[in-house]
């Protein structure tokens, strides 16, 4: 349990310590106020975290990417210290957030990254602002499509299969965070056991960092609702042409899924895996995952 004493640690004025060269910053867009950090020169990266993470999730691969990029890491609507809206939680939605962050900064062209939730709303950017986009990273994890309602209600015996019932219990209203405010630790400490091969690649101090971003209501709230969401975005992904944007697609434990998913959206795709790595890639293989995404970008 983290006590109110103990939250300061974990605060973006804290943490940013631990990453030289990088900065906070807040920025009004699409009628909300977003929380980013940004560091380096160089071409601009957008890396775009997702759950149960903030953009601390991107802390080992930062300072590498640093020393090429102008890397801006963000909280996305509903995360860290962003606002927490009652609403707008389509990933369309989110990548205009991601987009007004982009025209204040007034840049011109970027590469975008995103793991998870995050992937999801990079490729939306992608698909809806692919003038700006160079070239798009995609980690673990495909936009929401109708092969969603395939996913079972019920664990499959004998199956090797992790069943992913926090994508349902995160579809209801008001009940999870009476459930879970002061608790949401219990739910990362399993998340992370059951999505990592290495249960040891993540310290207690990153499980804390992700705790006391998400341990109040509206946190909870909010997270939930990037997963309410998903009706909405199934129907968004109908109306997209199909991608054209050179894509680059990582996966660990995600990877089957990625392969399957990819080359239906995107024409201009390619596919990595990471051997010996769950769901959290950044976490558990970020030298493996921070080589490959230079290579794409680089080439």
């Not at 960092?209 to 998903?230: E, H, L, P, T």
């Not at 390619?270 to 970008?297: A, R």
Request: charged share 20%; glycine share 6%.
């Amino acid at each position: 349990m983290i006590t109110k004493e103990m939250y300061m640690q974990y605060s973006d004025e804290e943490l940013i310590k631990l990453l030289p060269n990088f900065n906070n910053h807040f920025i009004n867009v699409n009628g909300i106020q977003l929380h980013y950090v940004i560091g380096g020169q160089g071409d601009p990266l957008v890396l775009i975290p997702g759950y149960p993470e903030t953009w601390w999730a991107y802390n080992k691969v930062m300072p590498i990417l640093i020393k090429k990029y102008r890397v801006i890491v963000i909280d996305i609507r509903g995360m860290g210290s962003s606002d927490k809206p009652f609403e707008g939680y389509d990933k369309r939605n989110m990548a205009k957030d991601v987009f007004e962050l982009v025209q204040h900064l007034g840049l011109k062209r970027i590469s975008i990254a995103g793991h998870d939730i995050g992937a999801h709303v990079a490729f939306s950017f992608a698909v809806n602002y692919s003038d700006i986009v160079a070239k798009l990273i995609m980690l673990d994890t495909p936009h929401p499509d109708e092969g969603m309602y395939q996913l079972p209600m019920l664990p499959i015996l004998g199956a090797n299969y992790l069943y992913p019932w926090w994508l349902s219990f995160n579809q209801v209203k008001e009940l999870p965070e009476r459930l879970l405010e002061g608790r949401m630790d219990v739910v990362i400490e399993w998340l992370f056991n059951h999505l990592l091969k290495d249960v040891n690649s993540i310290s207690d101090f990153h499980k804390s960092v992700y705790a006391a971003a998400y341990n109040n209501k509206d946190a909870i709230r909010a997270s939930n609702g990037w997963y309410q969401a998903f009706p909405q975005d199934i129907q968004d992904m109908k109306t997209y042409n199909k991608l054209s944007v050179p894509t680059l697609g990582i996966g660990g434990s995600g990877y089957d899924m990625l392969a399957m998913s990819l080359p239906k959206m995107i024409s201009n795709v390619k596919l990595k895996k990471i051997e010996n790595s769950g769901h959290f890639l950044l976490t558990e293989k970020p030298t493996e995952t921070v080589e490959l995404m230079i290579d794409f970008l680089e080439h």
